[in-house]
């Protein structure tokens, strides 16, 4: 499977701007992400953790393919900040090998959990995966916990992703341990280039 999926490597001040953890123009939900703890789902190449762990946040990556870095960069089809390249020498113990749908962590641990291009857009031929990865996100949450997840009916998505999605958003409606919130992608002319901030987005805030 590592093998066959593709590598991410997002720009942390584009995800800064896609999650909007921190609050900024009457949004978001942290006022800094001092003492909070974070895990980036299938994080790839992106340099997010590391700009992360300079903000004083106790952040974690997991991506199947950092069972082997150097075969996960070979994969890549661009080279990865140095800010990345920098934080996976300097904190090893923080990019953990583990898939989406079985997260190796505690239970009620984490006050952010956050996933872009690897539950939407990756495992969403597959609704039961997909939403399977996305319950064990809510599982790792603190009460009143985020749960970002994107890109939501957008991006390079097929009639079938999106089908997938749609029947997701029906079961996750379904639940009373969360509450959602849908960021619908907004319509902007396309110059050839995926805008990150044109995305949709689903929020997840786990009940206290």
């Known amino acids: 499977m590592a093998t066959e999926c593709p590598v991410s490597g997002n720009d942390s001040n584009g995800l800064m701007e896609f999650h909007g953890l921190l609050r900024k123009n009457g949004e978001g939900f942290w006022d800094s ?15 997010f953790t590391g700009k ?11 991506d199947y393919g950092y069972a082997d870095i150097q075969e996960l960069l070979i994969r890549a089809r661009w080279s990865p900040s140095p800010l990345f ?5 300097q904190n090893p113990e923080r990019y953990i090998k583990g898939s989406a749908h079985h997260l190796p962590f505690p239970s009620k641990t984490f006050d952010g959990v956050v996933s872009y291009y690897g539950v ?14 996305i319950s064990e996100g809510v599982r790792l949450l603190k ?10 009916m ?7 992703q999106a089908a997938s999605e749609e029947e997701i958003l029906s079961k996750l409606e379904g ?16 110059f050839g280039y995926q805008d990150i901030s044109r995305m949709g ?5 786990k009940n206290a």
């Open 201 to 205: 987005k689903l929020t997840i805030i």
């Open 33 to 47: 992400f001092k003492d909070k703890k974070v895990l980036d789902v299938c994080a790839g190449i992106s340099d």
């Open 154 to 160: 957008s991006g390079h998505i097929t009639k079938r």
């Open 52 to 62: 992360l762990l300079l903000l004083g946040a106790d952040a974690y990556a997991l």
């Open 175 to 190: 639940r009373n341990d969360i509450a959602l919130v849908v960021r619908n992608p907004l319509r902007r002319p396309f």
């Open 120 to 133: 939407f857009g990756v495992l969403d031929d597959n609704v039961d995966l997909a939403y399977a990865s």
């Open 85 to 89: 390249s920098r934080s996976v020498i």
């Open 143 to 152: 009460p009143r916990g985020i749960l970002s997840i994107g890109p939501l």
